[in-house]
């Protein structure tokens, strides 16, 4: 069963705007929530973390919202620009399974000029 | 990515084959993993260890085996390659003492089995 989420397989969003990401999961035993972005026939890429004592991280251009009763949390990406779109994984740690990272499926971002 | 580098990057193979693939890094890392990539399906985790000779299973090792002999590397092998382990493998490692950044992923390997 997936314990992670991404319910939206793609999102397209006009450059300047905000692109806003989500994400649900289903394990409350998840502690440490992560972002990776990852371009065609690379690895991906870490982008943004937050732990479940925080509600809101932010690195520049991106913020991670938690809302933990929710099992929710968000990537907003403000202003978004072409070089952004990318497809965005969502993963969630806990201590089981050596931590290993549990991922969604992916969203799709397109920026368009 | 630097410090992880995957072995070979493309390799197309006949079904029923044997296939190892290659994880070698260069940060001293315990922590190493296996996933694959698959449309609709996200990554997900087929095996990991934590430290030489230990490992374990993840979600979908069915068909995969791995060992570890050496810190630095981690092969991952299909004894007999089926069209279903078609896919695009990814090994990461990860610092045990940096949670806040994941994992450091190579850049993959595609597999197609013919």
């Known amino acids: 069963d997936q314990q992670v989420k991404q319910n939206s397989p793609s999102l397209s969003v006009q450059e300047g705007r905000i692109s806003i990401l989500n994400c649900d999961y289903t394990?409350?035993?998840?502690?440490?929530f992560l972002w990776y972005k990852k371009y065609p026939a690379e690895g991906p890429t870490f982008l943004i973390s937050?732990?479940?004592?925080?509600d809101k991280n932010e690195d520049g251009r991106f913020t991670v919202f938690l809302n933990k009763s929710a099992k929710h949390l968000s990537l907003h990406i403000v202003p978004s620009q072409p070089g952004d779109s990318a497809v965005y994984f969502c993963?969630?740690?806990?201590?089981?399974?050596?931590?290993?990272?549990?991922f969604g499926k992916g969203t799709s971002l397109l920026v368009t000029p | 990515d630097a410090g992880i580098t995957q072995s070979p990057r493309h390799k197309v193979t006949e079904t029923g084959t044997p296939v190892t693939l290659r994880c070698h890094q260069t940060?001293?890392?315990?922590?190493m993993y296996w996933y694959r990539q698959d449309p609709g399906h996200g990554l997900r985790l087929i095996h990991y260890?934590?430290?030489?000779?230990?490992?374990d299973k993840g979600e979908v090792s069915d068909g995969y085996s791995v060992s570890r002999s050496k810190t630095e590397d981690f092969l991952l092998t299909l004894e007999s390659a089926t069209s279903s382990q078609t896919s695009v493998y990814f090994c990461?490692?990860?610092?045990?003492?940096?949670?806040?950044?994941?994992?450091?992923f190579g850049s993959g390997t595609r597999l197609t089995v013919v």
């Open positions: 990461a490692i990860r610092d045990p003492g940096q949670r806040s950044y994941g994992y450091t």
């Open positions: 993963a969630a740690s806990g201590v089981n399974s050596g931590y290993a990272l549990n």
């Open positions: 937050i732990s479940s004592i925080k």
């Open positions: 260890s934590y430290g030489v000779k230990d490992t």
């Open positions: 940060e001293n890392h315990r922590y």
């Open positions: 394990n409350s035993m998840f502690d440490y």
